[in-house]
């Protein structure tokens, strides 16, 4: 089992910065691929970013390449998101997740809600125009 607690969240104005946190219970966080999602209100959850187990692979949204970066620390047992450049439609609540599967990495499969097994409960961000 991986419990997952994020935290970071916050209001800034539009282009300004954040980063987001979500640390993970258990010894074998190093083996579990992750993945950052939002939802805003009234849409459906979307996939924002993604690292592999060991660090070496991310794969990004096409909404945030550029402007988010996506890490982690496996000593920390942590994965960070820094969101640069925010805009308003980056608003929404942010969700990090780890892949029901051990040692398994796939863009194609990074960026599906069905590949997560555990979910934090969330994180809200805002962005004022």
């Known amino acids: 089992q991986v419990q997952l607690v994020e935290s970071g969240g916050g209001l800034v104005q539009a282009g300004g910065s954040l980063r987001v946190s979500c640390v993970a219970s258990g010894r074998t966080f190093s083996s579990y691929s992750m993945g950052w999602f939002r939802q805003a209100p009234g849409k459906e959850r979307e996939f924002v970013a993604a690292i592999s187990w060991s660090g070496a692979s991310t794969y990004y949204a096409d909404a945030v390449k550029g402007r988010f970066t996506i890490s982690r620390d496996n000593a920390k047992n942590t994965v960070y998101l820094q969101l640069n450049s925010l805009k308003p439609e980056d608003t929404a609540v942010y969700y990090c997740?780890?892949?029901?599967?051990?040692?398994?990495?796939?863009?194609?499969?990074?960026?599906?809600?069905?590949?997560?097994?555990?979910w934090g409960q969330g994180t809200q961000v805002t962005v004022s125009s």
């Open positions: 997740a780890a892949d029901r599967e051990r040692l398994t990495w796939a863009t194609g499969r990074a960026k599906g809600v069905y590949a997560y097994g555990y």
